[in-house]
Nanobody, 126 residues
């Protein structure tokens, strides 16, 4: 059974940092692009960051560019999201995602996602 389990969320003050992790089991994802999405209350789920299977290509939504860093460790079948300079508008449930489609940026699109994690809550508030 394939599972993606996120961890590392929490309640932090504006300007703080968090590092999210996603541990995959049941299947090796080292050949596929992976990414992070988020969903705030009352809003649609949105793309946050993507990384190609070999970590050569990364992409970010504009609002997190320069503050968030996506990375992966294929040996551990794991995905990470380093979040710095957090803002209240970053508050959301963050989801790990995998796309088995060809291409480093296929994982940016909701309709291309084949596997989702259960999510981890990130709350940024003073």
């Amino acid at each position: 059974q394939v599972q993606l389990v996120e961890s590392g969320g929490g309640l932090v003050q504006p300007g703080a940092s968090l590092r999210l992790s996603c541990a995959a089991s049941g299947r090796t994802f080292s050949s596929y692009a992976m990414g992070w999405f988020r969903q705030a209350p009352g809003k649609e789920r949105e793309f946050v960051a993507a990384i190609s299977w070999n970590s050569i290509y990364t992409d970010y939504t504009g609002s997190v560019q320069g503050r968030f860093t996506i990375s992966r460790d294929n040996a551990k079948n794991a995905l990470y999201l380093q979040m710095d300079s957090l803002r209240p508008e970053d508050t959301a449930i963050y989801y790990c995602a995998v796309s088995t489609r060809v291409g480093p940026y296929a994982v940016k699109y909701l309709t291309n996602i084949d596997y989702w994690g259960l999510g981890t809550q990130v709350t940024v508030s003073s």
